[in-house]
């Protein structure tokens, strides 16, 4: 089930877009940054955690999520693009990780194994000092 972010927790700003564009770039804002305070949300403790402990580089040390979408010309586009975005960002940790099941190595790579290792020291012993008469 996909979590559900109200749109009054979310502070949408329009931007200038940067990059190249035509004359039109440097006069209308259309480009959407989006800020999402993942702690003042109304997301359960464990999302948040989760999504605190993502390697991301758009969350702020104060734990406010900043995108920007400027991929397309019109803002409207642009603020779609980013809630989608967020969207997807939220529910990819919606559902937590499975738990690893240990698992033993099955009887016939254990011998395998130990073939390998055992050819491996008959190689390494043929190899040294034949003896010192």
Do not use: C, H
Not at 21 to 29: C, I
Not at 74 to 102: H, I
Not at 114 to 121: A, H, I, V
């Amino acid at each position: 089930m996909p979590l559900v972010i109200s749109e009054s927790e979310v502070e949408v700003t329009a931007i200038r877009a940067q990059g190249p564009g035509g004359q039109n770039v440097n006069k209308v804002s259309s480009a959407i940054q989006l800020r999402f305070d993942i702690s003042n949300s109304s997301l359960s403790e464990e999302v948040k955690t989760r999504l605190l402990a993502l390697p991301d580089s758009r969350v702020t040390l104060e734990g406010v999520l900043v995108l920007k979408a400027q991929r397309y010309r019109s803002q409207d586009m642009n603020r779609m693009d980013a809630f989608s975005r967020l969207y997807e960002w939220v529910n990819s940790v919606a559902l937590p990780p499975k738990k690893r099941k240990p698992t033993k190595p099955s009887y016939g790579s254990v011998q395998k194994r130990l073939q390998t290792k055992n050819k491996r020291s008959d190689l390494k012993t043929t190899r040294g000092a034949k003896g010192l008469d």
